[in-house]
T-cell receptor, first 113, second 111 residues
Framework: QKEVEQNSGPLSVPEGAIASLNCTYS??????FFWYRQYSGKSPELIMF????GDKEDGRFTAQLNKASQYVSLLIRDSQPSDSATYLCAADAGGTSYGKLTFGQGTILTVHP | DGGITQSPKYLFRKEGQNVTLSCEQN?????MYWYRQDPGQGLRLIYYSQIVNDFQKGDIAEGYSVSREKKESFPLTVTSAQKNPTAFYLCASRRGLNEQFFGPGTRLTVL
């Protein structure tokens, strides 16, 4: 069974700090990785995706990918209370499973003032 | 205004009833997906469709059925064979290789 694992948390950080969210995946064929933010009672919102090893930055968000270690992370700089949400990591199914994503169970992030 | 719409927002089902959840998109995306989310859980794939008139089972297709007669529409029927249907149902469509975007969801409760 191809899996994506996340620490369920909750992760609590003070306002202004860096929040670090981690994810591991089991399918070495996975090529693309996604981070979604989900507010309570709402649907997931795509915030970052990464295909290549290394870092990708978008505003306060940085996604990091290490394919050798099968590890993906999301850093949120200058965390704000509005960042409080569940963050879902997803990996493509790889191989011929074109377009299918496998999701982790999510990490709950709380940013306290 | 492009996007994905789902209706209804809330749905209540009696035991033994079939219910159909609507999903419509005007993004001109070819591929569409249905997921189920249970409390504190990630998303599990029910069915997906890469193109009109074609669809494939996902990881938890038992008790569900779909159709894809139009590019814009991908309705999901929850049949009476689905023994534990209470969940948050999410429809998504895909842009490019893998970027999936979600509709607002339908919350289904069995009475």
């Amino acid at each position: 069974q191809k899996e994506v694992e996340q620490n369920s948390g909750p992760l609590s950080v003070p306002e202004g700090a860096i929040a670090s969210l981690n994810c591991t995946y089991s399918d070495r064929g996975s090529q693309s990785f996604f981070w979604y933010r989900q507010y309570s009672g709402k649907s997931p919102e795509l915030i970052m995706f990464i295909y290549s090893n290394g870092d990708k930055e978008d505003g306060r968000f940085t996604a990091q990918l290490n394919k050798a270690s099968q590890y993906v992370s999301l850093l949120i700089r200058d965390s704000q209370p509005s960042d409080s949400a569940t963050y879902l990591c997803a990996a493509d199914a790889g191989g011929t499973s074109y377009g299918k994503l496998t999701f982790g169970q999510g990490t709950i992030l709380t940013v306290h003032p | 205004d492009g996007g994905i719409t789902q209706s209804p927002k809330y749905l209540f089902r009696k035991e033994g009833q079939n219910v159909t959840l609507s999903c419509e998109q005007n993004l001109n995306h070819d591929a569409m997906y249905w997921y189920r989310q249970d409390p504190g859980q990630g998303l599990r794939l029910i069915y997906y469709s890469q193109i009109v008139n074609d669809f494939q089972k996902g990881d938890i297709a038992e008790g569900y059925s779909v159709s894809r007669e139009k590019k814009e529409s991908f309705p999901l029927t929850v049949t009476s064979a689905q023994k534990n249907p209470t969940a948050f149902y999410l429809c998504a469509s895909r842009r490019g290789l893998n970027e999936q975007f979600f509709g607002p969801g339908t919350r289904l409760t069995v009475l």
